[in-house]
């Protein structure tokens, strides 16, 4: 093996851990089975799963061994963690097609051949549970007491807790004594903020199975250098399916973080070696643009694969260099019914192409000098533009200094 929890700790990955000597250990020095869980909230996968993701695939090539468990069981319950207000419950035909998006996409990033890795789904046990036996089998060893210090509950206690939530934390440790016996997995790995459940998980097993070599460890969480979490923006969560957040908006999210932030989550969710890493830390001020394109580039190649990374790359310079006109843009396209009288304002182009929630806030963009169309800062909030504005090349929506659009007919 190598020194995998030392690049682990280099890379700022590692947030806490129960036991370090044990997972240093298991992790430079035998081929260690481990799981990482991903519940089927959602009909993508977002940029926090692939944190988790890029530490599976790092783990693999360091010659261990991955489980992803697909959440098709807990997800009918819904983890509390994070949340402030109770999770919508989905149904059991929405979660498995989110599932099977999740089976499909992590394909793409992790080597699930010839069992190298495991990808199992949490349904085939949880729903099939006694209610009843289960609470005599692990709900016994759950103190309500000391669920109640758990960040995940005591955050949601004043504005209330439904029953529902509460035994999720029994199921996902379940989870880990069912890997456990039937898998032989002794590590689980997540967010750091899983931590309360992933130490009750390895607590479970040393309860019922009477031994003590079941580890957690925490990974840092994908946040800007001010505390936010990472992976959001105006128009919602930046997401891995291309029909979700395209290819060039993927790209662009990261070449306009901030740069405080850019040699952190280089460290985090590249490949590159941090000796390749500490050259582009050595940049400033506009020096690090060149750092953000490369992250853009790796984290859009890994996703997305060359191809598409190449196409954002070359939009990407083509829009700052001043010819917009790039097929890789964004871009949105006008019907007739988008017209009245063969025109269209200003408010609904920026609404139609999502730039906006609304048009107050259209205007609020456009009054605050936000918006610049076709190189012309546009003032007017009641501006219209005919449909031969979008022939040709199509018209070249600017919103702020970074987000760039498209709109053809």
Request: negative net charge.
């Amino acid at each position: 093996m190598s020194q995998v929890y030392e690049e682990l700790k280099a890379r700022g990955l590692i947030a806490q851990c129960t036991n370090e000597e044990k997972v240093r250990d298991l992790l430079d020095n035998h081929q260690t089975t481990f799981y990482i869980g991903f519940d089927a909230t959602a009909d993508s996968l977002h940029v926090g799963h692939f944190l988790q993701l890029v530490v599976m695939s790092r783990l693999q090539k360091a010659g261990h061994r991955p489980i992803a468990l697909i959440g098709g069981g807990t997800t009918m319950i819904g983890d509390p963690t994070g949340k402030a207000d109770m999770r919508k419950m989905l149904t059991v035909e929405e979660i498995d097609h989110n599932a099977e998006c999740f089976r499909k996409q992590m394909r793409g990033l992790v080597d699930f051949e010839n069992g190298s890795a495991l990808m199992i789904n949490n349904a085939d046990w949880i729903r099939k549970f006694n209610y009843i036996d289960f609470m005599r089998e692990v709900g016994v060893h759950f103190s309500v007491n000391r669920m109640l210090t758990a960040e995940c509950y005591k955050s949601r206690l004043e504005k209330g807790l439904s029953f529902l939530e509460f035994n999720y934390m029994l199921l996902q440790s379940y989870d880990f004594l069912y890997l456990y016996r039937n898998e032989d997995c002794h590590l689980e790995l997540g967010g750091d903020d899983q931590w309360s459940n992933i130490i009750n998980g390895a607590d479970l097993i040393r309860r019922v199975e009477g031994k003590d070599d079941a580890y957690g460890l925490t990974f840092t969480l994908l946040t800007t250098s001010d505390g936010k979490k990472m992976g959001k923006t105006e128009r919602g969560a930046v997401w891995l399916d291309p029909e979700k957040t395209s290819p060039y908006d993927f790209f662009q999210y990261w070449r306009n973080i901030n740069d405080a932030d850019v040699i952190r989550v280089m460290k985090m969710l590249t490949f590159m070696t941090l000796d390749e890493i500490a050259e582009y830390e050595k940049l400033e001020g506009a020096g690090l643009n060149k750092a953000k394109e490369k992250l853009a580039y790796e984290i859009t190649a890994m996703v997305h694969g060359k191809d598409e990374a190449d196409k954002a790359l070359a939009a990407a310079k083509a829009v700052f260099a001043g010819g917009a006109a790039s097929g890789d843009m964004p871009t949105t396209v006008l019907s007739a019914d988008d017209l009245t009288d063969g025109s269209i304002g200003v408010l609904d182009i920026l609404v139609k192409c999502g730039l906006v929630k609304s048009k107050g806030e259209g205007r609020r963009v456009i009054q605050q000098g936000g918006l610049t169309i076709n190189d012309s800062k546009v003032t007017d909030v009641y501006a219209s533009y005919e449909e031969s504005a979008f022939a040709g090349d199509g018209m070249i929506v600017k919103k702020g200094k970074k987000t760039f659009h498209k709109v053809t007919r």
